[in-house]
């Protein structure tokens, strides 16, 4: 099968002789071979950062009313959600805590594009996309708590362990695609990356084996403009890193990703693309972290409060909500229902958060292999034999 998206472009002409130049040049011009797979020259986008919407794009659909009011909710509860596990960590209930406030339409829009049976592959900053998810919080933080592997279970959830190694998913995530399309299922597995990790071989491998082998994959790149300290003109020379898809014969487009509905429509075309049996996609995003990397990390030391400023007039839950107030899709009672529901959450979450948990320290070494070398072996029995002196210690 070749390139899906090589499509032949009619000749614009006027005259006889123009005619005949044309069909000349048709003739002996090859096929442009990078056709269809490179974004537009500009991020799309279908509201503008105020939240009036431009002209309607035949490309890019609008999704639907209800869609749009779900993602709001959605939204909402992401934002308080981040919020409180940014408190939780200056109570001393999270080790660690990469927020993405600013980045909710990305988070969202990422999981109302998907099935519940597609896969999802995130990094350390995608907690609030798996609440949105339907994960139970507490299960998502445990990681950050520091005191288990994974919170949830990665198969029953379709959601894959949160990454904190840089781009690794993007691998998993073309392995497992490739598996359920070879029998014969019609998955979809959405791999999140930052900007930064697009510099990494993975990333470049994971695409790569994806396209040659047309594995299902949505490579959704949330370009925040930052990897830690290091801003984006240091990351890239890349006009836009939507263009490294074309390499690798990835089509790809980017879009402003602090517009929720170019967000959802971008991505309802890439999953549906996947899904058609067409190989991977990759969407890059164009959106911004306006928290710091982590609650650890100083973000004014290198960046300074007038582009942070810049970026909170483009905020993408007051665009979409004053779009669908607008269109009467939101009014008074239902933007405070909401907001009442997202409280109630948040209040839940630090209820539970606050409960100590009971940890067993041998718990660290299981599975970590399937069968436990003799080293893991040997090391477990010296942990025991330290833990059973210091309680005797304790009774003495
Ligand atoms: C392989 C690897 N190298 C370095 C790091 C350290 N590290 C953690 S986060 C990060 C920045 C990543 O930036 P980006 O991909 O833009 O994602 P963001 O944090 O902005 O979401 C780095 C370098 C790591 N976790 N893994
Ligand atoms: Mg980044």
Known sequence: MG???????????TTPQAVRRASTRRST???????????????????????????ARADYP???????????????????FDVQATALTKQGRLAVYPSSRGQE???????LALRETDWVFPT???SMALVSRGLDPVEVLTLLRGDWHCGY??????????????????????????????????????AFIGDGATSEGDFHEGIN???????????????????????????????SLAYKGVGYGVPSEQVDGNDPVAVLAVLTRAVAHARAGNGPFLVEAHTYRMEPHTNADDATRYRDGAEVDAWRDRDPVARLETYLRARGVLDEAAVAAVAAEAEEYAADLRA???????????SLFDHVYAEPTPQLVEQREQVRAELAAAEQEGDA
Do not use: K
């Open 209 to 239: 084996f994806a396209a040659v082998f047309r594995a299902p994959v949505v490579y959704f790149v949330q370009n925040n403009r930052y990897a830690i300290s290091v801003p984006l003109s240091r990351q890239t020379a890349a006009p």
């Open 3 to 13: 390139p899906p998206h090589v499509q032949e472009v009619p000749a614009v002409t």
């Open 352 to 362: 539970r958060m606050n409960a100590q948990p009971t940890v067993d320290p041998l």
């Open 105 to 111: 339409a990305c988070q969202v829009g990422a999981v």
């Open 153 to 190: 279970d990665p198969a029953a959830r379709r959601t894959a362990p949160q990454c904190t190694p840089l781009a690794t998913q993007c691998v998993h995530a073309a392995g497992l695609a490739y598996g359920e399309a070879y029998q014969g299922r019609d998955t979809v597995a959405l």
């Open 29 to 55: 011009a090859p096929p442009d071979p990078a056709r269809g797979l490179l974004p537009a020259a500009e991020p799309v986008r279908l509201l503008d950062p105020t939240g009036t919407p431009l002209p």
């Open 62 to 80: 609008e999704p639907p009313a209800e869609a749009l009011a779900e993602m709001y909710r959605r939204m909402v509860i992401g934002r308080r």
């Open 124 to 126: 350390y900053r995608e």
